[in-house]
């Protein structure tokens, strides 16, 4: 008699739209089959997670994995290994790479480079550029594109975009939600006098709250104009969160784990330039102001902004520090974190991180643990208790700003489509990252 079933959870407690229970998930093909409680009799394998949660897989909708062009400090297999160490089943990731993702086959050489290279499924963001825009409506439809990107402060070259005009054109071009870096370039280059040389504290008062506000509210007012829906990238200010609140009907909200675990002036005390961000880390009252707004609900997303570099790089002297620091395998237990800490639920981390993905970006078959979707599954350990170190991570640059902090809470698996593809800190089989679909 044939099995009914190829793999069953059994034992563990599931997280999804729901609540949380007791339950068991059946999976076939690839795909759940059924939840409910089954005789493992029916089926080919069992996977016993007694004592842990199931979550739906989770989706860090930002990353930098660098390649092509960057690959001394990332690369899309290491970043997508360290994504799965870290309990991640599904990336988005930038355009800012070496050549810029701004065209078809720019896009075409990165899906061909993730296939069955790395181990997390993928999809990239197009770079909108003065250059490209009357082709982004075509570009977003393309396989494996998650959607446009633009840096409307903080870049270089054609990818900075800067000025309203080609903003508006951008958004009444397009048909999906835009992905912007909201930081006002004017603003930014008007105050790099107050950049002091070897103190990275001054990153913090040269890219104001101001900055940051300023922009937002200029996208805003563009997707109010043009019809279009506007996404935040990591906020980071009191004054934004509070604004973006009274204009959900356009604009929906990105928050990183880093903004709301690091805090100035400990950051730079602690770590230097390796706490360097953009937007960057800001002060105590700034981030407790973003902890409101997630638990009131405004913010629909958490992505780590995985953006590492080398430790040579960052060990420049400020200002020729550059930003950024890896985030993607930290993204959950840091989060878990929090959850045992009692600044959120598991409800409120499982609907930031895998339910308002799929929502606000129309990921088909991923997202939710529901008959019919993927098999994707992030499975923790809510009540083990480790010390990030970091001959754990697997990113390229070999480093993590949290080395040595303790954490309860710890990702014991991670499931893809019905493959176990990590399991206690350990990779299992081969990579069969493949590129996400979109409604």
Request: glycine share 10%.
């Amino acid at each position: 008699m044939s099995s009914m079933f190829d793999l069953i959870l059994k034992g563990g407690t599931v997280v999804n739209q729901d609540g949380i229970g007791a339950r068991d998930i059946a999976v076939r093909d690839g795909k759940i089959a059924d939840i409910g409680f089954f005789d493992t009799s029916q089926c080919d394998k069992v996977i016993d997670v007694t004592g842990l949660h199931v979550l739906p897989g989770v989706i860090d909708t930002q990353v930098h994995f660098r390649e092509p062009g960057g690959e001394h400090k990332e690369n899309l297999e290491n970043g997508g290994r360290a994504a799965v160490m870290g309990g991640v089943t599904a990336v988005f990731e930038m355009p800012n790479t070496s050549p810029t993702t701004t065209d078809e086959a720019a896009l075409a050489d990165k899906v061909s480079r993730a296939h069955h290279r790395m181990y997390c499924d993928f999809a990239f963001y197009m770079g909108g550029t003065r250059d490209n825009v009357d082709e982004l409506a075509d570009f977003e439809r393309l396989p494996g594109c998650c959607g446009i990107k633009v840096f409307a402060g903080s870049s270089t070259g054609n990818l900075l975009v800067d000025d309203d005009e080609s903003l508006e054109r951008i958004l009444s071009t397009i048909n999906r939600r835009a992905a912007f870096h909201s930081e006002d370039e004017q603003r930014l280059i008007e105050r790099m006098d107050v950049r002091r040389h070897n103190d990275p504290h001054s990153h913090t008062e040269w890219r104001d709250n101001e900055a940051a506000l300023k922009c937002t509210k200029r996208l805003v007012n563009l997707a109010y104009k043009t019809g279009a829906k506007v996404h935040i990238l990591h906020i980071s200010t009191a004054q934004e969160i509070e604004y973006l609140g009274c204009h959900k009907q356009v604009a929906t909200v990105e928050m990183t784990p880093s903004h709301l675990t690091l805090f100035t002036p400990d950051a730079y005390d602690r770590l230097g330039t390796y706490a360097q961000l953009n937007p960057p880390i800001r002060d105590l009252d700034n981030q407790k102001k973003l902890w409101w707004g997630l638990n009131a609900g405004i913010t629909d997303v958490l992505g780590s902004d995985h953006s590492p570099h080398t430790r040579e790089e960052k060990d420049q002297l400020y200002p020729n520090s550059p930003s950024g620091m890896p985030g993607v395998q930290t993204l959950v237990p840091v989060m878990l974190d929090h959850v045992n800490a009692g600044r959120l639920s598991l409800e409120r981390f499982v609907d930031l991180s895998s339910h308002g993905p799929q929502r606000i970006f129309g990921i088909a078959g991923k997202g939710r643990i529901a008959a019919g979707y993927d098999a994707d599954f992030t499975i923790v350990d809510m009540k083990a208790e480790r010390v990030i170190e970091e001959d754990w991570i697997e990113s390229t640059c070999g480093w993590t700003p949290l080395a040595g902090k303790h954490v309860k809470g710890w990702v014991r698996g991670t499931v893809i489509r019905g493959h176990r593809v990590m399991w206690d800190d350990e990779l299992i089989g081969v990579a069969g990252g493949e590129a996400l679909k979109f409604w």
